[in-house]
């Protein structure tokens, strides 16, 4: 290879695409390492945004200024420059689903799980990333985005994410606590997906988050302080441990209650 590069006086030409590669393979690396503080490129832009919908244009001409009048209605989000509008502080937050590295366990999972499709041309790769939202006040959402590059999978799930918030029910169900404050959950829940089944407990004040770790995440970011769990069936398959919790949180609004059941479980509806 050296002989032909030196014959050929255009060789460098290659020698800088190739150098090019190897410097956007490296970008890959550090981002997959390094998953938080990462900033969106739509915030970048945030004079020029032209909204499609209805709703979005209701949020730009300041007609709706809070969340919750979108979330009772039961309307859907399409835009998701209206979360970014009505909720500023918002933080986004990667999960771990992907295959860690290396022989005997490896090391650290990554954020990115990647597929491939085989072909006559070779092997064609895609990736996934799941992100999730929330404001630590009762607010979440969470989104799994898939791409054939990287950068483009982690952005569309962060949008999928912003797309699908949802308010949390929160209370004190512990009979233990009995104190009335939103720092647990107000009851027992359950969510499956897959072989995976979560059961999320009430808790007594400063028992903290007895759950799996990439759940407590997604948890403290719902602003749930204190919980207990079991879970059961494949748990390590994360995805689906993930969702589970999801539903089960789901199953928390879902719920009907009734005022006396809010009274004595301080139940609470989105931000305290
Ligand atoms: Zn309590």
């Known amino acids: 290879m050296t002989v032909e ?6 060789a460098e030409k290659s020698k800088l695409e190739s150098t090019g590669e190897a410097l956007a393979i490296e970008e890959v690396k550090a981002v997959s390492e390094e998953p938080e503080g990462v900033l969106l ?3 970048s832009t945030e004079s020029d945004w032209k ?3 209805l709703l979005g244009r209701k949020v730009k001409t300041k007609e709706i200024t809070n969340i919750d009048v979108i979330l009772d209605d039961g309307k859907k989000i399409l835009e998701s420059r ?6 500023p502080t918002l933080e986004v937050e990667f999960i771990a689903v992907g295959q860690s590295k290396g022989k005997f366990g490896g090391g650290k999972r990554s954020i990115w799980r990647q597929t491939q499709k085989k072909t006559a ?30 950068v483009p999978a982690r952005e569309k799930s962060i949008r999928k994410a912003k797309l699908n918030i ?24 359950k969510g499956k997906c897959g072989s995976v089944i979560v059961v999320l407990k009430p808790a007594p004040k400063g ?33 689906n441990l993930i969702k589970a919790c999801i539903y089960a949180l789901q199953e928390l609004n879902a719920t009907k209650i009734k005022e006396e059941n809010v009274r004595n479980l301080g139940i609470v509806e989105g931000m305290v």
């Open 82 to 87: 209206i979360v970014d509008e009505l909720m």
């Open 166 to 189: 949802m308010k949390i029910r929160r209370g004190c169900g512990s009979w233990a606590c009995n104190c009335k404050a939103p720092h647990s959950i107000p009851f027992s829940v």
């Open 207 to 239: 028992t903290g988050l007895v759950v799996e770790k990439e759940c407590a995440k997604l948890l403290s970011f719902a602003g749930i302080k204190d919980v207990h769990s079991i879970t059961f069936g494949m748990s390590r398959t994360k995805l």
């Open 51 to 53: 909204p499609k919908t």
């Open 41 to 43: 490129k739509e915030e």
């Open 121 to 150: 041309e070779g092997n064609k790769p895609k990736f996934s990333a799941l992100a999730f939202v929330g404001n630590k006040n009762g607010y979440i959402g969470i989104g799994y985005g898939k791409a054939k590059e990287t």
């Open 5 to 10: 590069k030196k014959k050929f006086p255009e």
